[in-house]
């Protein structure tokens, strides 16, 4: 499966040609750099590394920086492996933008914006005591979670308990997004509808 690494860069709208509203995301895709191919005989299995968007070489690492120098790179902020490319990649290739065109069916993957820690209510679309509900010694109580469930058994909570916790930062993939624009020359790629994550957070389209 082709693709490659791109950052967000927000969101726009644009009017298709039969006069609709679009709602659009851009992302900034590639140019990426081949810094290393896996295949069977070698490594169990054949896959595409891909680097994307340039780093300082104080902040990389002896080991990495020989690692991009077999490709004949410069050092990369983000290395993405991708199996089963279509095209027959070597060391050193550049992949940009253009490996996509309008009307193509894209899945885009990223980080979800982090929330901190939440409660139920948030968190899991509890609805709370409320307001009209209030009964006896129900004082301040509105977005509590309420019952755990059994006490002396099994005397502990069950795991997958919808509780308050940490919310967001997952890894999240939205699939059939189509490609409005590809603006080859500014290496941008515009999708219609929203993409997961912040602006400036990597993500990776796929084909």
Request: charge should be positive; include cysteine; glycine fraction near 12%.
């Amino acid at each position: 499966m082709s693709g490659i690494i791109g950052k967000k860069i927000g969101m726009t709208s644009i009017f298709g040609a039969n006069g609709k509203y679009i709602p659009c995301t851009i992302i900034e895709a590639g140019p990426c750099v081949v810094t290393q191919v896996k295949t069977l005989e070698k490594d169990g299995y054949a896959s595409v590394q891909l680097s994307f968007d340039e780093k300082k070489e104080k902040h990389t690492s002896s080991a990495m920086q020989g690692h991009f120098a077999k490709a004949s790179t410069t050092p990369k902020r983000r290395l993405v492996e991708f199996k089963h490319f279509e095209d027959q990649k070597n060391l050193g290739d550049t992949v940009t933008v253009e490996l996509f065109a309008e009307g193509d069916f894209v899945d885009v993957a990223g980080t979800s914006k982090g929330k901190g820690f939440q409660g139920v209510v948030k968190r899991h679309n509890f609805s709370g005591v409320g307001h009209a509900n209030k009964s006896h010694g129900q004082h301040d109580r509105e977005r509590a979670p309420g019952s755990l469930g059994a006490s002396s058994w099994p005397s502990r909570v069950f795991k997958g308990m919808r509780m308050a916790g940490r919310m967001g930062g997952n890894s999240v993939k939205i699939q059939n997004l189509q490609v409005v624009k590809v603006l080859a020359d500014k290496n941008l790629l515009i999708v219609k509808g929203s993409v997961v994550g912040a602006k400036g957070s990597y993500v990776t389209i796929e084909k």
